[in-house]
Nanobody
Framework: QVQLVESGGGLVQAGGSLRLACAASGRTFRTYAMGWFRQAPGKEREFVAAISWSGGTTSYADSVKGRFTISRDNPKNTVYLQMNSLKPEDTAVYYC?????????????WGQGTQVTVSS
């Protein structure tokens, strides 16, 4: 399994931007699909974005399309989530996930999460 550590969360005003990073351990990082999920208080964890091992395939939740961009840097063992035009409803703990393919991300490895708070 791969170990994941998220960073980059914080407090930002509506309309602002943040970039989250997820650093992964292990030489097999480049073979893993990666994703971001989020969980707001009182709500279930939901999918945000995902990227294939090569970076050639990406997918997004409808609620973030056009505002968020997922990318990865395999030599640095890091995946990013660039978040623009943030809204108060984006407030949540954001988690990084990794698994052998996109379809099974929820069943793979998870980071500890990073808090994102968007004020109105």
């Amino acid at each position: 399994q791969v170990q994941l550590v998220e960073s980059g969360g914080g407090l930002v005003q509506a309309g602002g931007s943040l970039r989250l990073a997820c650093a992964a351990s292990g030489r097999t990082f480049r073979t893993y699909a990666m994703g971001w999920f989020r969980q707001a208080p009182g709500k279930e964890r939901e999918f945000v974005a995902a990227i294939s091992w090569s970076g050639g395939t990406t997918s997004y939740a409808d609620s973030v399309k056009g505002r968020f961009t997922i990318s990865r840097d395999n030599p640095k063992n890091t995946v990013y989530l660039q978040m623009n035009s943030l809204k108060p409803e984006d407030t949540a703990v954001y988690y990084c996930a990794a698994n052998v393919n996109l379809a099974t991300l929820r069943n793979g490895s998870w980071g500890q999460g990073t808090q994102v708070t968007v004020s109105s």
